[in-house]
C-alpha cells in the first residue's frame, strides 16, 4: 500500500518528552518502521523549520520523512490551524512534482486532520484519523487543562468526517461514540506498540551507576509536563511517605517551555518539605530511557487521562513495576486495588490512594519475571500492531 502519514505539527524524529513531541512520535516511528519493513511505502509529512533539514530523508525502508517548505515559518501548534489549507496545498505541490499517488491518507492528531481533510476531498481517497488525545477528554479530566474551543470544534466534524478512527484503547473510543454518537463500527481500537529490542531489562545496579542515581530506591515518572499527567498528584503522595525511607522522585521529561510549570512543581514540593526528593531531569533521549525505567524500583503514571499510555509498556518491558489510574491500556494490564506482578491499578485520585500503593511498591520492589513480560507484551510489538493498522487500510481502499 501506498500510505500517507501526516504528522503536521511535529516531527516523529523531534525530541519526545518536549511541549509538542510526546508519544505520537514514539508512535509513528514504531509504526512507520513495521509497515515499511512490512513492504508498504510509506511518506510521513511533516513541516520544514529548520532551513538545514534535508526535505527527505528515508528514515526506514520504505518510509521517507518529508519536510514539506510551506513558507510559513515557526508558528505554534494552535497558530497553524487557520493556515492548514497553505500546507495542503504545499503538500500537493510536493506530490505533482513526483508524480506521486497515494492509496489512503492517516492524520495523527486534529490539526494534521484538517490538512488530511483537504486532501481526501481533493483525491477521493480514504482518511483514516486517529486524534491521540482529544480536546474535550482532557479538559474534562483536569481543570488544569484548557484546549481551544476550535479543537474540540474540529474534533468533532474530523469524528464525523474522517472514513474510519483509530483509537489506541477501548476507554478512548467510549469516548468518542459517547462524544458524538458515532456508530461503533467507524471507530477501531488498535493498541500502540512497544520496540523490545529497545525496551529490555538490564542489571538494576548498573543502570543506577549509568544514570548516577545511586542506592537509593527511585520511584519513576516519565512524560511531557502538563497538568493531565498528573504530577501535582504524585507529588503530594510522595510527601506523604515516611521520610526516614531513603529514596528518590525522579521526573523524566520536559523543555525549555515547560519552567514555569516545573517551577510550580518545585513549589509544591518545597511546602511539603520533599525538595530534596524530586529530581527533574528533564528531557531524556528516548534510547537512553531504558536506563531509567530500569534503575526506577516502579514506574508510577498518576495522568488524570491518557489516550494509550506508551510509558507503561516501556516500564513493563524493562522489569518496571508500574501504578497508574484506570487510564488508556491500564486496565488491560492492572487491576484495581489488587498488586499483580506488573503494578497496582489507583482508582481514588487522593494522594494517600497513592502514596499507599507506593509506599506499598517500595516496601517489597520486585521486578517483573521476563516470562510475564514476555506474555503480557509480546501482543504489543510493532510488526504485529503494523498489520492491524494495514488490514484496516486494506478495507477501506476497497470499501471506499
Ligand atoms: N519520552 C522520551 N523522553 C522523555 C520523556 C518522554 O523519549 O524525556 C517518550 C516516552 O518514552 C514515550 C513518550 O515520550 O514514548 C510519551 O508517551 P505517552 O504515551 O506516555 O504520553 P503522551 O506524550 O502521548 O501524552
Same mark, same amino acid.
Given at each position: 500500500?501506498?500510505?500517507?502519514?501526516? %504528522?503536521?505539527h511535529s516531527s516523529p524524529l523531534g525530541p519526545a518528552g518536549a511541549r509538542d513531541t510526546g508519544g505520537m512520535s514514539t508512535y509513528l516511528r514504531g509504526l512507520s518502521g513495521a509497515l515499511g519493513q512490512a513492504g508498504h511505502r510509506i511518506d510521513i &509529512?511533516?513541516?520544514?523549520?529548520? #532551513?538545514?533539514?534535508?526535505?527527505?530523508?528515508?528514515?526506514? #525502508?520504505?518510509?521517507?520523512?518529508?519536510?514539506?517548505?510551506?513558507?510559513?515559518?515557526?508558528?505554534?501548534?494552535?497558530?497553524?490551524? #487557520?493556515?492548514? #489549507?497553505?500546507?495542503?496545498?504545499?503538500?500537493? !505541490? &510536493?506530490?505533482r512534482r513526483e508524480g506521486k499517488k497515494y492509496q489512503i491518507i492517516f492524520s495523527h492528531y486534529?490539526? %494534521?486532520?484538517?490538512?488530511? !481533510?483537504?486532501?481526501?476531498?481533493?483525491?477521493n481517497i480514504p482518511h483514516l484519523i486517529m486524534f491521540h488525545t482529544l480536546g474535550r477528554a482532557k479538559n474534562e479530566a483536569c481543570p488544569g487543562e484548557?484546549?481551544?474551543?476550535?479543537?474540540?470544534?474540529?474534533?468533532?466534524?474530523?469524528?464525523?468526517? %474522517?472514513d474510519r478512527i483509530i483509537v489506541a484503547a477501548q476507554p478512548e473510543k467510549e469516548k468518542l461514540l459517547g462524544y458524538y454518537g458515532l456508530s461503533p463500527a467507524k471507530v477501531s481500537v488498535i493498541p500502540g506498540g512497544i520496540d523490545l529490542h529497545l525496551f529490555q531489562t538490564l542489571d538494576r545496579e548498573e543502570a543506577r551507576e549509568q544514570v548516577g542515581l545511586g542506592r537509593q530506591k527511585i520511584i519513576l515518572a516519565v512524560g511531557r509536563i502538563e497538568p493531565v499527567k498528573g504530577f501535582d498528584l504524585l507529588i503530594r503522595a510522595v510527601g506523604m511517605l515516611p521520610m526516614e525511607e531513603k529514596f528518590k522522585l525522579v521526573i523524566v521529561g520536559?523543555?525549555?517551555?515547560? !519552567?514555569s510549570r516545573i517551577v510550580r512543581l518545585k513549589e509544591t514540593a518545597a511546602e511539603l518539605g520533599i525538595t530534596g526528593k524530586v529530581i527533574f531531569k528533564g528531557l531524556i533521549d528516548h534510547d537512553q530511557l531504558l536506563l531509567y525505567y530500569n534503575a526506577a524500583d516502579v514506574t508510577v503514571m498518576a495522568s488524570h487521562y491518557e489516550s494509550f499510555g506508551l510509558v507503561a509498556l516501556e516500564s513493563i518491558a524493562c522489569g518496571t513495576p508500574v501504578i497508574a489510574g484506570p487510564v488508556g491500556i491500564i486496565p488491560e494490564l492492572l487491576t484495581p486495588g489488587r498488586r499483580n506482578s506488573l503494578g497496582c491499578l489507583v482508582i481514588e485520585r487522593t494522594p494517600a490512594a497513592w502514596a499507599a500503593a507506593i509506599g506499598q511498591a517500595l516496601l517489597c520492589p520486585e521486578p517483573i519475571k521476563q516470562a510475564d513480560i514476555d506474555m503480557k507484551l509480546i501482543p504489543y510489538k510493532w510488526p504485529a500492531i503494523a498489520a492491524q493498522v494495514a488490514a484496516e487500510c486494506r478495507t477501506l481502499t476497497v470499501l471506499i
Open positions: 500500500m501506498r500510505m500517507i502519514l501526516l %504528522s503536521i &509529512f511533516t513541516r520544514a523549520v529548520d #532551513p538545514a533539514e534535508e526535505v527527505i530523508q528515508e528514515i526506514y #525502508p520504505n518510509v521517507r520523512l518529508i519536510h514539506l517548505d510551506d513558507g510559513l515559518g515557526l508558528l505554534d501548534k494552535i497558530e497553524l490551524y #487557520p493556515h492548514c #489549507p497553505t500546507i495542503a496545498a504545499a503538500l500537493e !505541490r &510536493f506530490c486534529w490539526l %494534521s486532520g484538517c490538512v488530511g !481533510r483537504i486532501l481526501q476531498q481533493h483525491w484548557h484546549e481551544p474551543d476550535i479543537r474540540i470544534e474540529e474534533e468533532e466534524a474530523l469524528a464525523r468526517g %474522517s520536559g523543555d525549555d517551555h515547560s !519552567r
